[in-house]
Antibody, heavy 120, light 108 residues
Framework: QVQLQESGPGLVKPSETLSLTCSVS??????????WGWIRQPPGKGLEWLGN???????NYNPSLKSRVTISVDTSKKQFSLKLTSVTAADTAMYYC????????????WGQGTLVTVSS | EIVLTQSPGTLSLSPGERATLSCRAS???????FAWYQQKPGQAPRLLIY???SRATGIPDRFSGSGYGTDFTLTISRLEPEDFAVYFC?????????FGGGTKVEIK
């Protein structure tokens, strides 16, 4: 059973860059059957997909955030990472990493989430 | 971007009752790439239904999904105490997944 775990600072200052890492265990990160993504949820609100990274390094980002989001992968460490630049209070949210199953295009495994607050 | 609208926003029911949750898409989506998730307070979402109607591993058969085109439904045949939660729908079209705003199923 694959497990995902997010890590990173819980507090980021406005205009700075939010950086999070997701560690994958219990299964391969280099998989042609899955890709790896980030999803966020502002407090009390719904889910917003940020982007995904695929085997081979191709990425796909939410058009509304594309200019600010970068997802990368380190297969040797079985980790993938999120960078979100120029953050504002609107970026305060629970950030989840998740695995996308490429057959049905759904997120079949999720990390527990990490709360990131943007505040000075 | 395809917008998913879930209704009702809140559903107040008693244990043992049937729950019917709706998700409407702003344009037609493939049921093959349509999913439902359950989220309990303080937890990450959990995949319930994929491919429009297939239950994920370990999901009890009281949960069922149906629909096609722009209208999809999640049905819980008989609510158990652990089913009171928020439910989200999700679609994947043209490389962009989107989620509905959620339906909260609360104890009446």
């Amino acid at each position: 059973q694959v497990q995902l775990q997010e890590s990173g600072p819980g507090l980021v200052k406005p205009s700075e860059t939010l950086s999070l890492t997701c560690s994958v265990s219990g299964g391969p990160i280099s998989s042609g059957s899955h890709s790896w993504g980030w999803i966020r949820q502002p407090p009390g609100k719904g889910l917003e997909w940020l982007g995904n990274i695929y085997f081979g390094g191709d990425t796909n980002y939410n058009p509304s955030l594309k200019s600010r989001v970068t997802i990368s992968v380190d297969t040797s460490k079985k980790q993938f990472s999120l960078k979100l630049t120029s953050v504002t209070a609107a970026d305060t949210a629970m950030y989840y990493c998740a695995r996308l199953w490429l057959t049905a295009l759904d997120f079949d495994s999720w990390g527990q989430g990490t709360l990131v607050t943007v505040s000075s | 971007e395809i917008v998913l609208t879930q209704s009702p926003g809140t559903l107040s029911l008693s244990p043992g009752e049937r729950a019917t949750l709706s998700c409407r898409a702003s344009q037609s989506v493939s049921s093959s790439y349509f999913a439902w998730y359950q989220q309990k307070p303080g937890q990450a979402p959990r995949l319930l239904i994929y491919g429009g109607s297939s239950r994920a591993t370990g999901i009890p058969d009281r949960f069922s999904g149906s629909g096609y085109g722009t209208d999809f439904t999640l049905t819980i045949s008989r609510l158990e105490p652990e089913d009171f939660a928020v439910y989200f729908c999700q679609q994947y079209t043209r490389s962009t997944p989107t989620f509905g705003g959620g339906t909260k199923v609360e104890i009446k």
